[in-house]
Nanobody, 123 residues
Framework: QVQLVESGGGLAQPGGSLRLSCAAS????????MSWARRAPGKGLEWVSG????????YYADSVKGRFTISRDNAKNTVYLQMNTLKPEDTALYYC????????????????WGQGTQVTVSS
């Protein structure tokens, strides 16, 4: 069965960095686009970033553009989210998501997602 396990969350100071990882199993990882989304306290789900199955193209929400970088290692079945210059408004539960196909489309519903990893940005 498909499993997506996020890790790397924690407490960071404003201006700091964290690197999230998502270990995938149960499907042919290299054939599917992947993405990250987040849910802040009291708010809805916000898409953050996406990457094509072969890593050839990436997408970012305006709120994180220039600060976050998505990448993947198809040999390790893992997708990453490098988060720099963190802000208190980045505080949220971050989810790793699998797309139904190889191309990432922000409007497309993911077909699987993980349990999430908490990121808290506070001094």
């Amino acid at each position: 069965q498909v499993q997506l396990v996020e890790s790397g969350g924690g407490l960071a100071q404003p201006g700091g960095s964290l690197r999230l990882s998502c270990a995938a199993s149960g499907f042919t990882f290299s054939r599917y686009a992947m993405s990250w989304a987040r849910r802040a306290p009291g708010k809805g789900l916000e898409w953050v970033s996406g990457i094509y199955s072969d890593g050839s193209d990436t997408y970012y929400a305006d709120s994180v553009k220039g600060r976050f970088t998505i990448s993947r290692d198809n040999a390790k079945n893992t997708v990453y989210l490098q988060m720099n210059t963190l802000k208190p408004e980045d505080t949220a539960l971050y989810y790793c998501m699998k797309s139904p196909g190889p191309a990432f489309r922000p409007e497309e519903e993911p077909d699987y997602w993980g349990q999430g990893t908490q990121v808290t940005v506070s001094s």
